[in-house]
């Protein structure tokens, strides 16, 4: 016969029931359970004003933790964060400090905690991610020394309209500048976008974007003509090398926010998707903390470029040491009788030759050299190399002119400090 198992549960109502019989007295009961005579009498207490299922186990957990959160203050981080489903623990503390700086909130990581618990968090997907580039960062040391430009990822709305929204932003700052949908992705749209920022907040040191149209072509230096209205503004074009969006990262990142705020889904029209773009550029630059800004807003970082956009585009400069043409239809100029292609996109404009020697020139165009000329062969010569501004004299290769007629720009002030125009 098998034995029967007994848990300790069993052995208390034994116990309990066994009293009730008068059989035995306390002392002997305790004795014969191995218990004291205090937990016996604990345990009929128990047994008198419960019955038996009082003899069970209670949870012990405390009813209230000294340290818990009030439910006031999980109300208020969970209404935030259901406002802002892409903020994480540290943005909704700053917001929260910030707007009620009388309360004391958990930290971040009791917010996290707070969200996780409701389910309101999206866990991402973990990709594999290509170490960053850091050069072209080097120079965005202060506002307006770089702005970044570039086209989201075009989508449609609910009616069917496509939606080519453009993006600037200060490098430093991390303030959007712009997000504007256009109706072409064209020279003259996009020119005109860009000149309400410049009149709005000035003129920026250097504009960074991607090789693709209308910032770039396939001219000489991949100018193109809205790289060349910014070139006579004294505005430095650079383009990141191709296929390394990363190099641009700051502007990437801030376009997946873009993306999880007003496109995920579109609106109902263009109008409407309009609005959510408005809307996202004012809760961006003003009220949703940055964290690579120390959790400062961008608003509170940048400042309006003291150089102000002129009224009227000047006209390119040279030295007396140039001889300078003007490039006329189909992108030639003349040279001692003789035509000159040069790039389509100058036509118009004047350029400047400096000579390096008795047979090379440099072209330059605005303060910028942009090829190099043979005059014996008479042909353009691209240059693929950065400018050597040190000063020295020209050598088999270089562009660098040396005496410059004027001074040259400064190592930041030239086309690009990655991939030159």
Same mark, same amino acid.
């Given at each position: 016969? !098998?034995?029967?198992?007994?848990?300790?549960?069993?052995?208390?109502?034994? =116990?309990?029931?066994?009293?009730?019989?008068?059989?035995?007295?306390?002392?002997?009961?305790?004795?014969?359970?191995?218990?004291?005579?205090?937990?016996?009498?604990?345990?009929?207490?128990?047994?008198?004003?419960? %019955?038996?299922?009082?003899?069970?186990?209670?949870?012990?957990? !405390?009813? +209230?933790?000294? /340290?818990?959160?009030?439910?006031?203050?999980? #109300?208020?981080?969970?209404?935030? &964060?259901?406002?802002?489903?892409?903020?994480?623990?540290?943005?909704?503390?700053?917001?929260?400090?910030?707007?009620?700086?009388?309360?004391?909130?958990?930290?971040?990581?009791?917010?996290?905690?707070?969200?996780?618990?409701?389910?309101?968090?999206?866990?991402?997907?973990?990709?594999?991610?290509?170490?960053?580039?850091? +050069?072209?960062?080097?120079?965005?040391?202060?506002?307006?020394?770089?702005?970044?430009?570039?086209?989201?990822?075009?989508?449609?709305?609910?009616? %069917?309209?496509?939606?080519?929204?453009?993006?600037?932003?200060?490098?430093?700052?991390?303030?959007?500048?712009?997000?504007?949908?256009?109706?072409?992705?064209?020279?003259?749209?996009?020119?005109?976008?860009?000149?309400?920022?410049?009149?709005?907040?000035?003129?920026?040191?250097?504009?960074?974007?991607? /090789? %693709?149209? !209308?910032?770039?072509?396939?001219?000489?230096?991949?100018?193109? &003509?809205?790289?060349?209205?910014?070139?006579?503004?004294?505005?430095?074009?650079?383009?990141?090398?191709?296929?390394?969006?990363?190099?641009? %990262?700051?502007?990437?990142?801030?376009? &997946?926010?873009?993306?999880?705020?007003?496109?995920?889904?579109?609106?109902?029209?263009?109008?409407?998707?309009?609005?959510?773009?408005?809307?996202? *550029?004012?809760?961006? /630059?003003?009220? &949703?903390?940055?964290?690579?800004?120390?959790?400062?807003?961008?608003?509170?970082?940048?400042?309006?470029?003291? +150089?102000?956009?002129?009224?009227?585009?000047?006209?390119? #400069?040279?030295?007396?040491?140039?001889?300078? *043409?003007?490039?006329?239809?189909?992108?030639?100029?003349?040279?001692?009788?003789?035509?000159? =292609?040069?790039?389509?996109?100058?036509?118009? #404009?004047?350029?400047?030759?400096?000579?390096?020697?008795?047979?090379?020139?440099?072209?330059? =165009?605005?303060? =910028?050299?942009?090829?190099?000329?043979?005059?014996?062969?008479?042909?353009?010569?691209?240059?693929?190399?950065?400018?050597?501004?040190?000063?020295?004299?020209?050598?088999?290769?270089?562009?660098?002119?040396?005496?410059?007629?004027?001074?040259?720009?400064?190592?930041?002030?030239?086309?690009?400090?990655?991939?030159?125009?």
């Amino acid at each position: 016969m !098998p034995w029967k198992a007994s848990s300790v549960v069993d052995e208390r109502m034994r =116990f309990v029931l066994e009293q009730e019989c008068g059989l035995h007295t306390m002392t002997e009961l305790c004795e014969a359970y191995h218990i004291t005579r205090e937990t016996g009498y604990y345990w009929l207490r128990r047994y008198q004003q419960g %019955g038996l299922e009082a003899l069970a186990d209670r949870d012990r957990a !405390p009813r +209230q933790h000294p /340290n818990q959160t009030p439910e006031e203050i999980e #109300e208020a981080v969970l209404v935030l &964060r259901r406002a802002h489903m892409s903020w994480g623990p540290r943005k909704l503390k700053r917001v929260l400090e910030r707007e009620h700086g009388e309360r004391h909130w958990p930290a971040a990581s009791t917010i996290g905690g707070i969200v996780a618990r409701e389910g309101l968090v999206v866990p991402r997907k973990k990709r594999r991610r290509t170490p960053p580039y850091a +050069q072209p960062f080097a120079s965005a040391d202060a506002p307006n020394r770089v702005w970044c430009a570039d086209f989201k990822g075009w989508f449609r709305t609910g009616d %069917g309209e496509r939606i080519d929204p453009l993006t600037i932003s200060d490098a430093y700052s991390r303030y959007l500048l712009r997000c504007q949908r256009v109706e072409k992705t064209d020279c003259e749209r996009v020119r005109a976008v860009f000149e309400a920022a410049f009149r709005e907040c000035g003129l920026p040191g250097a504009i960074r974007t991607d /090789n %693709g149209a !209308p910032f770039a072509s396939r001219a000489v230096r991949g100018l193109s &003509r809205l790289a060349v209205w910014w070139m006579k503004l004294g505005i430095v074009p650079e383009r990141i090398a191709a296929g390394h969006p990363e190099q641009n %990262g700051r502007h990437e990142r801030m376009h &997946r926010t873009l993306k999880q705020e007003t496109a995920s889904p579109p609106a109902a029209n263009g109008r409407a998707q309009q609005r959510a773009f408005d809307r996202f *550029r004012r809760e961006y /630059n003003e009220e &949703r903390p940055h964290e690579a800004l120390d959790l400062e807003t961008p608003s509170a970082m940048y400042t309006r470029s003291a +150089q102000a956009y002129p009224a009227r585009v000047p006209e390119p #400069e040279y030295g007396s040491a140039m001889q300078v *043409r003007r490039v006329a239809e189909r992108g030639q100029f003349r040279w001692k009788c003789q035509r000159v =292609f040069l790039s389509e996109t100058l036509v118009g #404009e004047t350029i400047g030759l400096l000579p390096i020697d008795d047979r090379f020139y440099t072209v330059y =165009f605005a303060a =910028f050299p942009i090829a190099r000329f043979d005059s014996r062969r008479i042909t353009i010569v691209p240059q693929s190399k950065e400018w050597d501004f040190s000063g020295g004299g020209a050598r088999e290769g270089d562009i660098a002119p040396s005496p410059a007629p004027h001074p040259p720009p400064s190592p930041e002030e030239k086309v690009s400090g990655m991939c030159p125009v």
